[in-house]
Every structure is written in C-alpha cells, then in structure tokens.
C-alpha cells in the first residue's frame, strides 16, 4: 500500500517541490492550498497522476481528509515581506489555527506532521550562526512580526502535541531558499534582481547591502526536509546553505549571470531587516546525514532559465496578478 501524505500550501514554492519529491518516491500525495500565494501551475503537470490530489481549502478552516494519512506537512503560508503587508492575519492565522487543525487531524489519523519553521524565529540574530538553541531577537509589533510570532508560536504547538498528546512531530527551520517557482516580484530579494534584470531596470539594493544571507537551492533543501521527516528527531533542525554573501555581492552576482547592462541603485533598508544570516547545520549533519550539494552559480542559472521561460507579461505584474507597469 502506498504511503499516504497531505501537503498543505502544495500549490507554493516549496510545497509544489516537496510534491514531486513525494510522487517521485511513490506516495498517495494530497496537495491542500487556498491559492492566495499559492499558484496552480506549479502542480498542474501532477492532476493527470492516479496518486495525486488537490484540496482547494484554506487550512485555517477545519480541515477533513477521508481515508488514511500517514504524514501531514504543513507548508502553508505567506512567506515574503509583501505578503505580511498585505495579508497579516491570514498570515497569523495559517501559522497558528493551521496548525492546530493539521495537529488535531494526525491525532485522529495517528499521522506524523512535519512543520515549515524558518531562520525568521531568530529575527535579527545576535548569535552567528544561527545554531537551534539560540533563542532569537524578534520585533513582535514589527512588520516581520506577523510571521515570526506564527512560526514561533506553530513550534511551540507543535511541541506541546508532542509532549502532551504523543504525536510524532518534526520541525524544520528553513534558510532562505530559492529556485524555479518562486513568485516574480513578490519582494524577495532573488526574484526582484532577476525581474528588474529582465525587464531592463536597475537592482534595487537596500540599505548599503551589506546585509548577509546564505541561500540554499531548493533540491537540497527538499532532500534535508525528506530525510528529517523519516528521521526519529522531534526538536528543531536547520536546514540551509551556510554560504554567506552580502546581499550586494548577490546582486553582482545577478547582473554577471543575466548580462544585464543595469547597475547597483541603493534604496533605504527596511525596518527590522535581518544584518545577518548563516545557518550552522551540524545538526542536520550529525542526525540526517544532510548537507547541500548545489552550488549557488549552479542552482542560479536553472533558476534564472525558469524565470526567462515565463510568459514576458508576468514580468509585469505584482504577485497577486494586478499590472504595475
Ligand atoms: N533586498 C534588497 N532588494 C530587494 C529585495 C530585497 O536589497 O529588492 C534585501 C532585503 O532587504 C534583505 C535581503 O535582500 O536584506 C534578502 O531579502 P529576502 O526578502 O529575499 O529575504 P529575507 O530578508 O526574508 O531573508
């Protein structure tokens, strides 16, 4: 009998990846979204499959799936600064009763539930790396708080399941990640130089881009979230590339790989923008085996051929479709 696993937020960027991943190994996939971030041509090319499913359903609704479940993985969510702007209840919401229907469902169903946490529970970091027994630096009235506190808080759920009622849990702190269906301009730093890049205008670099990241490419980052799920492990790991760049570095980077004619503009930083960011992922390495094998000029150039291979319209238009040029 095939493995059974529901994948909330299955029409996103991650989502969309871990169900390939989960079709490739010969799971009964269940693919949930509500398609306010989430788009469905990233799964389209999956609906001819027997073993595939899609639930239009807002997670934060109570949530019902007949028959077995065996995994659940919650990877629904607003996750760029554009959308804490826009959408910040949802945003609360998802990460806080989303969890608590998906937690209630593998009660019932007696199945394992791995949850996206992020690098953004450390906030600002004082501590670098990042290991996961750093507690954090977070603004919870500051912009990014909408979806720091919901992810903090889905952790803390998510432990309390585990402890008080003995569901499997698995927690994941993911790094800044990037690659193929990632949202045209929804603010995010890679897909804004690669937009501008394409559409001939200059990067819009903020603050003096000295701000670091570290990006892992999506692959991997699928491959470090399958092995925890299988794993025994229910505290938090990260999981990152702990190349670090500084964010001026990386629009370089961006302008060398599109041959773009454009420059470096400077505008101003943005409030509570992270200085710094490096995962420390010993313990990925010491528990899963895990570290990333693609190289970034590698894993830039698919990304950067997906965002060419997108109809020239789209270039133009803001993440939830309207035109802005
Ligand atoms: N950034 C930038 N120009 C942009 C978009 C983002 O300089 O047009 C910066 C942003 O301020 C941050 C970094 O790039 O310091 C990474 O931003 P992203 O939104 O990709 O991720 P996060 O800040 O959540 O790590």
New binding site residues.
Partial sequence: MRKRVLITGGAGFLGSHLCDRFINEDYHVIAMDNLITGDLRNIEHLFKLPNFEFYHHDVSKFIHVPGELDYILHFASPA??IDYLKIPIQTLKVGSLGIHNCLGLARVKGARVLIASTS?VYGDPLVHPQNEDYWGNVNPVGPRGVYDEAKRFQEAMTMAYHTYHGVETRIVRIF?TYGPRMRLND????P??IGQALRGEDL????D?S?T?SFCYVDDLVEGIYRLLLSDYAYPVNIGNPVEIT?KQFAEEIIKLTGTSQKVIYRP??KD??KQ?KPDITRAQEILGWEPRVERSEGLKVTYEYFKSLPESELFKDPHGREFN
């Fill in positions: 760029s600064p953004e800044n603010g995010r730093a890679l804004a130089f819009t670099v903020f603050g881009g701000q990241r964010i930083l943005p923008d992270p960011r």
